[in-house]
């Protein structure tokens, strides 16, 4: 039972019970302190009835304070409308009013100073914060000033012309004066202070930072550090047994700051170790330290600048902080996530409900770096309600803005009359409170626009980074959908849970993530959907796509609010767009739902790395249900991913972002028989000055002169290859699916096929070189993890390792 609480101890509230209180009740109301109650001569019976009256009244209801268990008042709370004072005008009944009568227990031998105050703000918390009430009514006599005086501590004031009111209450007549007390005056008055609703103060233990889970967390991601910082040749690891005839991976050893750390890996291409986390130890036999304190002793090594080094530390606090919160918890099997036991046939909702339930279990993030759970700024309970692989679906806050106020962008192939869109969007209920609430406002709805908004950001920045435009009218609060969502890995994008055929809503969060802060460019929102657009009419239709089964999910719809302090003063700054100027957007991207078969299945990627508790794969589950080898598998994935990914490049020098959160699989009994490639607006570019744009989409071409064939292919090598390919492989090859050499040279196969379809392309693209140039991801992050790459010239930003072998290749 949640509890108030008091400076003189935690309350609780709960109904009465008859015939088990009445003689409690009995006592009471009988006694002298009780005498404006009009019960001193009530009998027993005759308070066992009036309070089955109560209980089985409709308007009506009476409660026990208990202190520590012990009774210490009564309340009876009332709908005003209804009964009481349900005749007398003047009262200005109002939707959410509760009225309330309220007597303390008689005082005992021990005197209690205060106690009535905490007894009384108990109540009124309670009923502001737990019942819901808006306003609170009395009617006390109008001659007890005692109570009127308590009431005036809490922030009760007299409805005027309501001061000396006839009443009759359970047949006595009484001079009542009538007050009310609203939520806002109660929080403001001398009681407010003393007492609070438990939840809203309450901490958790966070069991998951002190159990079992937590120790295999930190081997997990100590794991990944000394793998990626290897394979980014930040750290160097030794074979200590490289002539040993132990079939078991060799142990190698590293030098991690101070300390040697040993452990069994299996070495695979593009220098690639799989180590296995229980292995880890240090090599004088010290305990194993946490990954924090190794970090920061290897400062230096690692080339954590000074300035950046805490901040760094507290990203990887917080990304072991969120893996031990997921391993503490119940996790499904690769079983149950590969859909093995879902009907043939399935409706858009089984679907949809599988695609989010494959996205909500995809817990380790990027498998590259290794701070990529931050999330700063968000608390443990934003991450219960918020972190995708945590959460349910909740609702969004909708904002309303003039269009003049906004930059805004349609697809070309949407209704010229654009609110239709918008009403599709909200929803037939929310489109309507959108229309009342910009009525209200003085406001034609055909010139406004719908926002948007993350809860956390309604909550942690709009009502304060944006409190004058709110103030000013500028932005209206429609309030929150009647759509529940789901978060995505990306965290701020969110997947409607009620209606799935409608599009993804992507909002701005001001929580810093992976190296920026998750806002959105109204200056991007302009130009988005003709960006989505010309890569429909380029590419999106092409014969290749088509052919195999790949489309992109495009971005069809976008806001940008601009009529804030921070736009209209950047010219002041001297400076780029700063952060501020990203807080208050959101766009619209198709949904991949009503794009399947009813055989088909979606989901994310990143899924064909997951392996489960027990450590089964989920490739191994689709390989198994498709009734294929492994081989003829990843042929099918590559011909889905890379092929695609290739053919943009090779034909229109158009580049995606291509990792595993971003495309997303269209399987078939297991087997990958098409994707969606997603994120587009902010992530594609092109890649070459010689490659046609329209001026309206020009900020996508990347190249001004300095981009080279090689440095284009790096878009494969490094996001394909390095980025996801490299763990896929070494996946496969340590659960025996696929060795290193049968991957990459299937990988090779579908580069070469592709070069006979299209001759010349390796000429041009040298994809099959010796090496390639070694683009490292940690070294951004640690380098500074505030800002990792400039996306207005991400080229320039990059970190290289010199030249990696190309597992192509060979």
Known sequence: ????????????????????????????????????????NASVDEVGREYRRIADAAHEAAWLLHLNDEPVALVETYDPAEVVVNDVPGVGHVAGDMGMHILVAPPGTEPR???????????????????????????????????????????????????????????????????????????????????????????????????????????????????????????TATCMDSTSDDPGAPTHEVRFGSRVIAFRATPHRLEHLSIDP??????????????????????????????????YLEEVQATLAARGRVLHRERPTARQLSGRDLPEHMSPQIQADHLQFVEASMVDGHPSFIANSGRGG??????????????????????????????????????????????????ANMWERFRTTVGKAGGDPADYLPIPIHPWQWNHSMTTTFASDIASGRLLFVGTSDDLYRPQQSLRTFFNHSRPLQPYVKTAVAVR????????????????????????????????????????LREIATVGYVADVYHRSQPLTGSKPSEHMKMAAGLWRESPIGSLESTELAVTLASVLHV????????????????????????????????????????????????????????????????????????????????DLP?????????????????????????????????????????NLLTDAEFWQTARTCVEDYETSHPGTLDRLPLLSETFRHSCLNRLQLRNPLTMVDLGDQNSSLIYAGDIANPLSE
């Open 278 to 311: 229980s292995s880890l130890r240090c090599a004088d036999s010290s305990a194993l330290p946490m990954l924090p304190d190794l970090l920061a002793e290897a400062s230096e090594e690692l080339r954590i600048a000074p300035e950046f080094l805490h901040i």
């Open 695 to 735: 001026d309206e989409i020009s900020r996508i071409q990347a190249d001004h002169g300095d981009i080279d064939d090689a440095q284009r292919a790096l878009s494969i090598h490094t996001d394909i290859l390095d980025g996801v390919l490299r763990h896929l492989a070494a996946l496969m090859a340590d659960h």
């Open 113 to 235: 100073p205060g106690f009535t105050n905490s007894i009384f703000a108990a109540t009124m918390r309670w009923l502001f914060d737990e019942r819901g009430a808006q306003r609170v009514v009395v009617e006390p006599d109008a001659g007890n000033h005692k109570i009127l005086a308590k009431n005036a501590l809490a922030g009760f004031v007299d409805i005027p012309g309501l001061e000396h009111t006839p009443l009759t209450l359970g047949g006595e007549e009484k001079i009542a004066r009538i007050q009310h007390c609203h939520a806002l005056r109660f929080r403001a008055s001398e009681l407010a202070s003393h007492a609070v609703a438990e939840h809203a103060v309450a901490a958790t233990p966070a069991e998951h930072l002190t159990s079992a889970a937590m120790e295999e967390a930190n081997r997990q991601l100590l794991a990944k550090a000394i793998r990626e910082f290897v394979h980014e040749r930040l750290l």
């Open 612 to 691: 489960d508790a027990e450590g089964n794969t989920l490739v191994g589950e689709w390989i198994q249900q498709a009734g294929t080898d492994a081989r003829t598998w990843l042929r099918h994935l590559l011909d889905v991913y890379l092929w695609p990914a290739i053919h943009a490049l090779a034909s229109h020098n158009i580049v995606f972002m291509p990792h595993g959160e971003n495309i997303i699989l269209r399987l078939r009994q297991g087997l990958p028989v098409g994707s969606f490639f997603k994120d587009l607006g902010e992530e594609v570019a092109v890649v070459h000055r010689e490659q």
């Open 513 to 552: 993530n992976m190296g920026f802060l998750r806002g959105l460019s109204s200056t991007y929102m302009e130009s988005t959907p003709a960006i989505n657009d010309w890569l429909q009419h380029t590419i999106g239709t092409s014969s290749e796509f088509v052919d195999h089964g790949v489309l992109l």
């Open 378 to 427: 968000m608390s443990e309970g934003d991450l219960n309600s918020w972190a995708p692989e945590l959460s349910t679906a909740g609702p969004l806050v909708w904002l309303a803005a003039h269009k003049s106020s906004c930059v805004h962008a349609l697809s070309h192939d949407l209704p010229q009359e654009d609110w239709r869109f918008w009403e599709q969007q909200l929803g």
């Open 1 to 40: 039972m949640r509890g108030i609480l008091t400076p003189h101890g935690r309350i609780t509230i709960a109904p009465v019970r008859i015939p088990r209180d009445v003689a409690l009740l009995h006592s009471w109301l009988t006694s002298p302190h009780a005498a404006y109650w009009g019960s001193l």
